[in-house]
């Protein structure tokens, strides 16, 4: 039987269209994907989606003077529109609005144990922003340090979830790694924020507030779930969590690799809230948690409450898809906030891809006319396989373009050109070694730039190539 492997990124709000600080997200993920499926041969299942049910939702709908529904379908289409745009191969997008998503969530509420459950008047600060309550010692000057906008005092009578039941069991889980936070210093954060002692927290909101929008919560008709419980649900709802369907089964409960890639800002709700939720619920919890940093505009967090925003759609017109997914990828370290800036995307876009990679296999292929070549057998590489393992992806393309460095230098060093009039037989020697080389660097790239790696290969069979990758000025 194959090895399983399920992967799912944070689904967003669609209170406004996607930044690059989305992409980044859903092409880490679709290398995940892609490196599982089309490398290693897993049984791959890769999910994405949109929250359609959060206040700011119901609140830009209104700005923007068109009904929820209408301004949410619009908006989550330009979301899916990233598949296209990106070349991602994620299986289901989900959509957090549709009616099998209330079933499976209203199921997950109902399997919750009595005894986690209570309701009771509560007065705090929250944030629109974040959907969360804040203390006042998250805020910095009165306002969320987010989206720089000062909390609502909001006080009403809700649910609430008693998250210390679990504080034992989660410190135990993710101590252990049965439930592996990445990167370290991640889980470390987590672990302190636990024994910290966790407070029980608000699992609904009045219909009122919540303006009638989500899903009711069963057997209360005042209340609506709170977003982040209807939100994480989506990872077991997507898979018909509601009649523990096929996929359910193959995916949740009989895999051993169940994956969310999500960002640092929500990896509280993702590694105490969801799992806690899901013991309650007596389901299995995910297997690890893949934190990333941010993407930042002149080093402040890319926010579509602040405006400072770079489509994804003007990174591929300038760099074209696979040139898109290699500057957004490589922007972006495993172990801090990646500024990002027109100028350096270009500089590493012409540096990398057109001079690199680009350059290597035009000459390549245009040295190797009649000349055949044995195609080597490539076994998946161990020290990809471990860098994606510890979702360090800029690593493990800083260790392809080792490869393709060291192949242009080859080039340099031996100077095929002359080699070909002067040592036929070393020629051909030379040629075969980057023929290889250059195959090598094309199943490397098959998870990272799939489109690359299929027109090199079709290049080494045909020995006609096009310009992989024009210069930018």
């Known amino acids: 039987m194959k090895n399983r492997y399920y992967v799912t990124t944070a689904i967003d709000y669609v209170n406004a269209k996607p930044h690059v600080g989305h992409a980044v997200e859903k092409i880490q993920a679709d290398v995940l994907a892609r490196w599982h499926r089309d490398v290693l041969k897993d049984d791959t299942y890769f999910l994405t989606g949109s929250d359609d049910n959060s206040l700011k939702n119901v609140q830009s709908a209104k700005k923007a003077g068109k009904s929820t529904e209408e301004f949410i379908d619009e908006n989550a289409k330009s979301f899916q529109g990233l598949k296209g745009m990106l070349n991602l191969s994620y299986n289901q997008f989900i959509r957090t609005a549709k009616k099998e998503h209330f079933a499976g969530a209203q199921k997950l509420w109902s399997s919750f144990k009595k005894e986690d ?4 008047n509560y007065k705090g600060l929250y944030c629109v922003g974040c959907e969360e309550f804040k203390m006042e010692k998250d805020l910095v000057d009165g306002k969320c340090p987010d989206h720089l906008t000062e909390c609502e005092v909001v006080e009403e009578e809700n649910y609430f979830f008693k998250l210390s039941n ?11 790694d049965t439930l592996k936070i990445v990167p370290e210093y991640r889980k470390n954060e987590v672990l302190s924020f636990i024994r910290q002692g966790l407070e029980d927290f608000s699992i609904s909101r009045s219909v009122k507030r919540a303006e009638n929008w989500g899903v009711p919560v069963p057997g ?5 779930m709170y977003v982040w ?3 994480l649900s989506n990872y077991i709802t997507a898979l018909g969590y509601e009649n523990e369907g096929d996929l359910y089964k193959k995916y949740w409960l009989e895999n ?6 999500i960002g640092k800002g929500i ?6 809230y969801w799992p806690a939720m899901l013991l309650s619920a007596g389901v299995s919890v995910p297997t690890q948690i893949l934190s990333h940093e941010y ?11 602040l405006g400072n925003i770079i489509n994804p759609e003007e990174v591929v017109e300038k760099f074209g898809i696979d040139g898109a997914r290699y500057v957004l990828l490589t922007s972006l370290p495993s172990s801090k906030d990646g500024d990002i800036t027109w100028e350096r995307m270009t500089e590493k876009y012409n540096a990398d891809l057109a001079n690199g990679l680009g350059n290597l296999t035009s000459r390549v292929i245009k040295l190797s006319q009649n000349l055949e070549f044995q195609i080597p057998d490539v076994k998946p590489d161990g020290k990809i396989s471990e860098y994606l393992e510890n979702f360090e992806i800029d690593r493990a393309l800083e260790y392809v373009w080792m490869f393709v460095r060291k192949a242009n230098k080859y080039i340099e060093d031996n100077k095929p050109w002359e080699l070909k009039k002067a040592d036929e037989n070393r020629f051909k020697e030379v040629m075969e070694k980057l023929n290889s080389d250059l195959y090598i660097i094309s199943q490397l790239l098959v998870p990272f730039l799939p489109e690359t790696a299929e027109k090199i290969k ?11 990758f024009q210069r930018i000025r």
């Open 117 to 120: 459950i209570y309701k009771k």
């Open 166 to 176: 679990y504080q034992k069991k989660l410190e135990e889980l993710i101590e252990s």
């Open 220 to 224: 209360d008709e005042g209340q609506i």
């Open 229 to 231: 419980v209807d939100a």
């Open 256 to 261: 051993e690799n169940r994956v969310h890639v």
């Open 267 to 272: 990896l509280r709700f993702h590694a105490i």
């Open 295 to 305: 993407l930042t505009i002149n080093n402040q967090k890319i926010s579509k409450t």
């Open 458 to 468: 079709k290049a080494l069979e045909t020995k006609k190539t096009e310009p992989l």
